[in-house]
C-alpha cells in the first residue's frame, strides 16, 4: 500500500492510504493477438503478433520509481505465457512511471514488435489473458479492472 504519514491535529501522526489526493488506475485500453480481439487460428509452432495498450486513468501519477508487471497467461495449463519481442524472450515485462491519462503501448520499451510464442503448445484450443500490475505493486483506485481476454487461440 501506498501510505504516508500525515498529522492527526492532535499532535500525533496517523497513516492513510493517500486517497486524499487522488490513485492511479491502471488498465488495458487494447488487446490483440495476429490483430484479432475474439478468436485467432494459428498453424502449430507459428507465433501469434502481440497488440496492446495500457493506461493510467486514475487521478494521480505513477512515478519513475514505482515499477508494475505486465503479463500474458495462456490456459490450459494456466502458465504464464512466453513472448518474443524484437528476438528477446520474456515472460513478463517491468514498466515504470505513468502520469495520469498518459497511454503507452509495445513501442514504450522501444520494441518494433512482439509476439506469443507457441511452439511449446499441442494443437488444440486455448485462451490468453493480459494483465497490468500483475504482482499488485500499485495501489490503485480500482484493483479489479487489470485484466484484458480472455482472447480464443485455436492452434492447428
Known amino acids: ?9 492532535a499532535g500525533g501522526t496517523e ?13 488495458i ?8 480481439t475474439s478468436e485467432l487460428t494459428i498453424s502449430q509452432g507459428e507465433n501469434a503478433e502481440l497488440g ?17 508487471v505486465i503479463d500474458f497467461t495462456i490456459t490450459p ?3 504464464t505465457a512466453t513472448f518474443v519481442c524484437d528476438g528477446n524472450d520474456y515472460s513478463s515485462l517491468n514498466y515504470a512511471g505513468l502520469v ?5 503501448g509495445i513501442s514504450a520499451w522501444g520494441y518494433s ?7 511449446s503448445l499441442n494443437p488444440g484450443t486455448y485462451k490468453v489473458r493480459m494483465d497490468i500490475d500483475a504482482e499488485n505493486h500499485i495501489y490503485e483506485s480500482n484493483e479489479d479492472n487489470n ?3 480472455l482472447i480464443t487461440l485455436r492452434i492447428e
Open 100 to 104: 495520469t491519462g498518459q497511454e503507452k
Open 52 to 68: 496492446f495498450k495500457f493506461k493510467n486513468q486514475g487521478t494521480a501519477d505513477i512515478s519513475a520509481t514505482q515499477i508494475f
Open 29 to 36: 485500453t487494447g488487446f490483440t493477438l495476429g490483430g484479432e
Open 15 to 27: 497513516a492513510t492510504d493517500g486517497s486524499e489526493e487522488g490513485q492511479p488506475d491502471l488498465v
Open 77 to 79: 495449463p494456466a502458465d
Open 147 to 149: 485484466a484484458a481476454g
Open 1 to 9: 500500500m501506498c501510505k504516508k504519514k500525515v498529522n492527526d491535529g
Open 113 to 119: 514488435g512482439c509476439a506469443l510464442k507457441t511452439s
